[in-house]
């Protein structure tokens, strides 16, 4: 493989242009070479701003898969078409990175994860929360054992009134729901991964349509359509894990609340309990004495000398081209993102059933 990989990316809006291409164009061992969307002029725009000399241009991305010396692409569409892209993409030989939520579905996800076993090229999920500085300390603190066995966590997705009213977030069927999907995704990957835990029991859920269909409501992106607002504006879960460690998600677009919190977790174990409060707590006990630390993760600089600081995208990219030059594991796993995708779905399930779902 060349030390410069050739990157494609499928799907040039909001998410291509605020997240991928910008990281992407930072990293002297990419060529940005191809970009596909099906309104042609914003793959125009993105390649006239980010890609090289000659970079070409797509409205089909089963052409832009044709081109073998591509040897990586970006999925950055709708969720409902997540799964078709990013396979065809594993099977023309290219490694992969899909946007999150891995899938519209549990059975696309695990589709998903087999094609990435099948062709043996890498799949990654854009869960760029994992990157934060206080996500990767936490996580630290987690494999050293420091916090015991978590045994109870709350996974936490709210806003007061920030609705994306752009794009199809409002769509059921091309998003497969609202803000449990768009934003409870991150936090549950976030929680999952620091507690290790990938072995979901059973799921109870609930789902709301109430602050959806109010007539010009404040909004942080101005008032929606209630006729558009086809997804559910809030979703809860409790999950339970086979070794009896319990998940309370929280997820809302919409909320009559103050306690507003978004892709944050709060663990609690044997040894002591983590929050991401106000940056990051850790609490405890030591020699019969409860404790409560702030961890400073901002070291602060030096006089006459600027501090390289790196945003939770760029490390994620970072990271990710890394794992394909050098042949690694990627950070966020198929596997991993598969069973975030089966406990969201499980939710909507659950709240449509008024039953609890029970994993085998």
């Not at 242009?17 to 099906?38: N, R, T, W, Y």
């Not at 999952?192 to 942080?220: C, D, I, R």
């Not at 993102?337 to 039953?355: D, P």
Request: with cysteine; hydrophobic share 40%; net charge negative.
């Amino acid at each position: 493989m060349s030390k410069k990989l050739k990157v494609a990316v499928i799907g040039c809006g909001g998410i291509a242009k605020g997240k991928h291409l910008p990281s992407l164009a930072k990293l002297e061992q990419v060529e940005l070479v191809a970009f596909c969307d099906i309104i042609v002029e914003r793959a125009e725009q993105a390649a006239e701003k980010y890609g090289v000399a000659g970079a070409k241009v797509y409205e089909d991305y089963r052409e832009l898969l044709k081109d073998k010396s591509i040897q990586v692409v970006h999925v950055c569409t709708p969720n409902d078409s997540h799964a078709d892209i990013s396979i065809a993409a594993l099977e023309s030989g290219k490694h992969v990175m899909c946007e999150k939520p891995m899938a519209k579905t549990a059975a696309d996800a695990r589709r998903m994860a087999e094609a990435a076993e099948r062709t043996g090229y890498k799949l990654t999920i854009g869960y760029n929360n994992r990157f934060r500085s206080d996500s990767m300390y936490l996580k630290q603190l987690c494999e050293a054992g420091e916090l015991g066995d978590i045994y109870y966590a709350k996974a936490h997705a709210i806003r007061r009134r920030a609705v994306p009213t752009w794009g199809v977030f409002l769509d059921g069927e091309k998003q497969g729901g609202g803000p449990l999907i768009d934003i409870g995704t991150h936090a549950l990957d976030l929680t999952l991964w620091l507690m290790n835990n990938y072995e979901p029991k059973a799921v109870l859920g609930s789902t709301f349509h109430k602050l959806s269909q109010k007539e010009n409501a404040a909004n942080a992106w101005g008032p929606w359509d209630p006729k558009k607002f086809t997804v559910e504006d809030s979703a809860f879960g409790m999950i339970t894990m086979k070794n009896g460690a319990t998940i309370v998600l929280e997820s809302s677009w919409a909320l009559n609340t103050l306690d507003v919190k978004e892709a944050k977790s709060t663990l609690c174990g044997t040894e002591g309990g983590a929050d991401m409060e106000d940056g990051l707590r850790i609490n405890g006990e030591k020699h019969s004495r409860l404790f409560k630390n702030q961890i400073q993760l901002d070291t602060g600089g030096v006089d006459f000398y600027d501090g390289k600081k790196e945003n939770m995208q760029d490390t994620e990219i970072r990271l990710w081209i890394d794992a394909v030059l050098n042949d690694k594991q990627p950070i966020v796993t198929p596997r991993q993102a598969c069973v975030v995708s089966e406990i969201l779905e499980a939710i909507y399930k659950s709240a449509e059933t008024g039953e609890a779902v029970y994993f085998d």
